[in-house]
């Protein structure tokens, strides 16, 4: 705030990326598949959307107001936040939880460490993960698609990856689970933005296209699953493609994994977070309590990042190695 | 599942003394604010962790129970450990003064890290052998050294950032170890 | 900071409780702080176990202070708190199996809680037996004031309760994750910052009040 100045080495190279613009894309990246949340789950998907980011942004005016800082609710970064918290919240839930999730994910999370970019876990995880453990029962069953087979409570029994985690441990075969259509359109149970695994594609490319993401980040999260899979499974093909398609792992490594604030800067640095993001995620998914393990493995990773960083980064030409 | 495993991992990631289940604190976020610190700690956290696991599994099974003096095991152990942290200091300073000038410091602070007393009585609580107290103890502080390091790459980094005043310092270390300790739970269960 | 003179009771023990309080100033005694704290119960039995070894190793090594060489005094410290804490152990298995059971290992672990090792070498080790115990007395309660107020906030959130009373209406879900470490390291954290703002604002409004008296 009182940089007015900017005092910074050269070359300084002019560019239209900024903050708002950004945000904006990630918006637009984002919206299909928050439509085909709203397709498969109804109005209540709607709400929960709302109330999110609606939370989110709100949060952040009142804290900036209050603490006399510049309102920076117009770099639609809270509303990226709002968005991405509430596609991880299943439909069910009542309106409290991205109310709760929302204040977390701005207030504990991002705006008490200085607000954007100085966050140094993803805020919409986190919260989402502090939802999880706070209350399992109401994140953790997840409802049935408009156009599935009803239920009496309009819960499902078994989550595409409760199936697959039994075919995994050889109880199951893989004929008798959701099939890869319904997978890849949405059409299975999951939190509300997770399920059309087109409509994150669509959004994921549309990132990539407008530089907004780096590849290399998603890439090797999924490329890693999937091999893992394929290793452990005795190269059982489908299986692996359908853990792929599963549970929130594209979601999560298309738009929380490339968060610029947590995820390392230099090339090898995002490699290696992504490949660190894949083996986790398949060890929690294969041999934790937890069926899902994308959000943990992407927090923990956050959490490593600035030691990546630090070991990664490229030595400025001259630059007298200090650590030794 | 193969106990070696259930070692490294639990004690590293699962069970984690410090982000699992709060032990060493102190040192914890007192000496993280640098990640070079943060190491030289952790490594001799690490050196005399896994003396102490050994030497108190022998004091424990070849004193105390033979005498029936279990009911001593508080002060028996903290003084081993406080004389086992004099011995390595001096030990230290007489066979490798390199070694010395990087972990000297760190020293005296070990007998106070809870972490030490903890592991010591914990592997007697387990029921461990041996050669699985002294392994527990060491992986045990492999994972301290671990959170440490985590923290300090953190701070090092918010140090950059513009946190509120009233933030910086320890409510800002415990908020972050926190959150730090929500992305650990994720390994609930491996074992 | 504790010159050796003179000092009476009431100062002293007041410094313990509120000016220097070892949770929110001095930061020490962070693991039992943190470990045991998801019920105001549990708060309240650590805190004062914790007085009670702290008394008394103050006022045993107040009175041996000029009998115990400067060379061996931490070996020498840590018998002396040992014993009480292997008392004050022993006393709870016989006694009280069920609280002892839920604070477990942290009970033996008081051995190594800072706030006492800190005032026996900062206080203990310099000043008479009388004072000593005043700032045992002062720094044990005021431990024991700020971990139950902690422990309260936990059990308030994480479980609907306080001291065991429904304190929440019926239909609050508890937000199982303050019973957890992220919970602990949190809660603190946020009483930290609110304690920081309270003193600021005292002592600013402590400062016009001068000023004001000056004019």
């Known amino acids: 705030m009182q940089k007015q100045l900017a005092i910074t080495s050269c070359p300084h190279i002019r560019s239209r990326k900024t903050t708002q613009r950004i945000m904006q894309d990630v918006c637009i990246a984002l919206a299909p598949a928050g439509i085909a949340g709203i397709v498969f789950f109804g109005a209540r998907a709607a709400a929960i959307i709302a109330v999110s980011v609606i939370t989110c942004v709100l949060t952040e005016l009142v804290y900036e107001k209050m603490m006399g800082q510049r309102v920076t609710i117009g770099d639609w970064s809270a509303v990226v936040t709002g968005l991405l918290l509430a596609y991880n919240i299943p439909a069910t839930a009542p309106l409290w939880i991205p109310m709760v999730g929302g204040v977390i994910a701005i207030l504990l999370v991002k705006m008490l460490f200085g607000g954007i970019g100085s966050n140094f876990m993803n805020p919409a995880l986190t919260a989402r993960a502090v939802l999880f453990v706070s209350w399992g029962g109401i994140m953790g069953s997840y409802p049935v698609t408009r156009f599935m087979e009803q239920t009496a409570d309009g819960l499902s029994g078994a989550t595409p990856l409760a199936e697959l985690a039994r075919v995994f441990a050889g109880q199951a075969t893989l004929a008798e689970g959701t099939g890869l259509w319904d997978l890849f359109i949405g059409n299975c149970p999951g939190v509300l933005g997770e399920t059309c695994k087109l409509a994150i594609l669509l959004g994921g490319v549309w990132l990539i296209l407008r530089d907004v993401a780096d590849w290399k980040i998603p890439v090797s999260m999924i490329g890693t699953v999937f091999v893992l899979y394929l290793l452990t499974s005795g190269f059982n093909f489908g299986l692996s493609l359908r853990e792929v398609l599963s549970g929130g792992l594209l979601l999560g490594a298309f738009f929380m994994a490339t968060d610029y604030a947590t995820s390392p800067q230099s090339n090898l640095g995002r490699v290696i977070f992504g490949v660190g993001c894949g083996l986790i995620v398949f060890v929690i998914r294969a041999y934790a309590n937890y069926p899902e393990g994308c959000s943990f493995a992407i927090l923990f990773m956050n959490v490593v990042t600035p030691l990546i960083d630090r070991y990664t980064m490229p030595k400025c030409f001259g630059e007298v190695k200090q650590h030794g | ?191 | 900071m504790a010159e050796p003179q003179k000092k009476s009771f009431l100062p002293v023990f007041l410094n313990g409780l509120i000016t220097e309080n070892p949770t929110f100033t001095l930061m020490l005694g962070m693991c039992p702080t943190l470990g045991v704290t998801t019920a105001a119960m549990n708060g309240v039995a650590m805190g004062l176990a914790t007085t009670f070894v702290l008394v008394f190793s103050n006022l045993i090594i107040s009175l041996l202070r000029n009998i115990i060489p400067d060379k061996v005094r931490i070996p020498a410290y840590i018998v002396v708190i040992a014993s009480f804490v292997t008392m004050i152990d022993l006393f709870m298995q016989a006694f009280l199996p069920e609280l002892r059971a839920v604070l477990g290992t942290y009970i033996q672990l008081i051995v190594v809680n800072c706030i006492i090792f800190a005032r026996a070498e900062s206080f203990a080790a310099k000043n008479p037996p009388l004072a000593s115990l005043a700032d045992g007395l002062g720094m044990g309660l005021g431990f024991t004031c700020s971990i139950t107020l902690l422990a309260a906030v936990r059990e308030i959130f994480g479980s609907g309760t306080c001291f065991g009373l429904q304190v929440m209406p019926a239909g609050y879900q508890p937000m199982a994750i303050m019973n957890m470490v992220p919970g602990g390291f949190i809660t603190l954290g946020v009483l930290m910052i609110l304690v920081n703002v309270i003193k600021r604002v005292a002592a600013r409004r402590s400062e016009e009040r001068k000023e004001e008296k000056l004019a």
Not at chain 2, 34 to 41: E, F, P, R, S, W
Not at chain 2, 47 to 56: C, D, G, K, P
Not at chain 2, 125 to 147: I, K, P, Q
């Open chain 2, 1 to 191: 599942m193969n106990i070696w495993l259930v070692i490294i991992i639990g004690q590293i990631l699962v069970n984690n003394y410090v982000m699992c289940q709060f032990f060493g604190i102190c040192p914890f976020l007192g000496v993280s604010k640098k990640v070079d610190t943060a190491l030289g700690m952790g490594l001799a956290v690490t050196f005399v962790i896994t003396l102490a696991s050994f030497i108190t599994w022998m004091v424990q099974y070849f004193i105390l129970v033979p005498l029936n003096l279990q009911y001593l095991q508080t002060i028996a152990f903290i003084l081993v450990i406080a004389v086992l942290v004099q011995v390595v200091e001096n030990a230290l300073k007489k066979l490798s003064p390199s070694l010395y000038q990087a972990l000297g410091v760190y020293l005296p602070l070990i007998t106070t890290n809870c972490v030490v007393l903890a592991v010591a009585v914990n592997n007697i609580t387990d029921g461990y052998n041996l050669l699985e107290a002294t392994m527990s103890g060491c992986f045990s502080a492999l994972g301290f050294t671990l959170a440490l390091l985590l923290l300090a790459g953190i701070r090092e980094r918010l140090e950059l950032s513009n946190m509120p005043k009233w933030m910086q310092g320890f409510p800002g270390a415990l908020i972050t170890a926190g959150l730090m300790a929500v992305a650990f739970m994720g390994f609930g269960g491996l074992i």
